[in-house]
């Protein structure tokens, strides 16, 4: 089979297209995402245990129950709760992780005396330097999402306002970065995302420019499943310090990620590290095949876009030289 050249496209034509991938996915599983989240939050007590829950606290038994209850007491737009403030972190995590993906993959590439496809573990180690980059700058945005969509329906707040309550907290400014260590530690999940699909295209379709939107969906969502099933543990614990403390803590925020996992395990036992990881692995599947057979399409709309820039322009200039030439003939006659 003779090996198609793909077409090179800028960091900033990269980033654009994953952040648009990555936006209008998220925005069609968006409901699952506040489902997994409430699910996460919440705590299952063992039996012997009598806790005081607030007023209109509801423990939901799984996904359909939490999406039959939000919509019987919200209506359909409970489903959509915060979903401005996700979509702004979804973008701008997203176009900040592609845009340092594609530049630090082509200057190791460049920097290789021949050039050739990274290996699995170099692969794997530039997704988590460019996740790394694109979390520090967006993990604000992502806390008040979080925030806003464990929120009961009573005090729910707009973006700003749930940015200031998060300020106005015993963490002061600090309190926008929480879960930020929890989340380095967590750019192993789109490294090992973007690593496995980038080996898995090699493997199932070798020599491919350009796949067809099935193929990209069907290696996007085998890549996620495998990152999400790795990480689960620390999704959970991340979602945990970045919301408002279980009630019965009294307003004593978690400190790190290991003393959530602790609780989680102390109360409900290590499989409470799991919980919500269904509608979990559906986002993430669905979204990372949605998002990377966009993507696709984004990259190639974009070569072709600027292609035909470049020959707008050249004709223009070609247009622009003739006229010159031919008002010179003019003058000189």
């Known amino acids: 089979m003779a090996v198609q050249s793909k ?16 936006v209008l996915a998220n925005a069609v599983v968006y409901p699952l995402d506040i489902v997994k989240t409430k699910l ?9 245990e009598i806790i005081a829950h607030p007023e209109g606290y509801v ?38 992780y592609f845009y340092w993906y594609s530049v630090v993959r082509t200057l190791y590439i460049s920097s290789q005396k021949l050039p050739k496809p990274p290996s699995t573990v170099v692969e794997l180690s530039l997704g988590a330097v460019a996740g790394a980059v694109a979390q520090i700058f967006t993990i604000p945005v992502a ?43 967590l750019v192993v999940n789109p490294a090992i995302t973007y690593g496995a699909y980038q080996r898995l295209r090699e493997t199932l379709f070798p020599g491919k420019a350009n796949l067809r939107p099935w193929e990209a969906f069907l290696l996007g969502a085998m890549s ?7 990480t689960q543990p620390l999704i959970v614990a991340k979602v945990g310090l970045q919301s408002k403390p279980p009630h019965h803590r009294n307003g004593v925020p978690f400190k790190s990620f290991v003393e959530v996992m602790r609780y ?29 057979m966009i993507k696709e399409r984004m990259e190639l709309f974009f070569v072709l876009l600027f292609r035909y820039l470049r020959k707008l322009r050249s004709d223009h200039l070609k247009k622009a030289a003739a006229a010159a ?9």
């Not at 038994?61 to 972190?89: C, D, K, M, R």
């Not at 919980?275 to 998002?291: A, C, F, H, M, S």
């Open 7 to 22: 077409p090179v496209l800028s960091p900033w034509g990269a980033a654009v297209a994953g952040s648009a991938g990555a």
């Open 40 to 48: 996460q939050v919440q705590v299952k007590h063992k039996q012997q």
């Open 59 to 96: 423990h939901y038994n799984g996904t359909l129950h939490a999406i039959q209850h939000i919509v019987s007491e919200e209506g359909i737009p409970g489903l959509y709760a915060g979903i401005h403030g996700a979509l702004i972190g979804v973008a701008s995590t997203n176009f900040a």
């Open 143 to 185: 806390v008040i999402t979080t925030r806003q969509q464990t929120q009961r329906k009573v005090d729910r707040k707009g973006l700003f306002d749930t940015g200031r309550e998060v300020i106005k907290s015993e963490d002061g400014w600090k309190g926008l970065w929480r879960g930020l260590k929890a989340s380095l530690v």
């Open 224 to 230: 996620k499943a495998l990152a999400t099933v790795s």
């Open 264 to 292: 989680i395990v102390e109360h409900e036992g290590p499989l409470g590290l799991f919980k919500g990881v269904g509608p979990q692995i559906l986002k993430g599947v669905l979204v990372q095949g949605l998002l990377m």
């Open 325 to 333: 030439v031919k008002a010179r003939v003019v003058v000189a006659n």
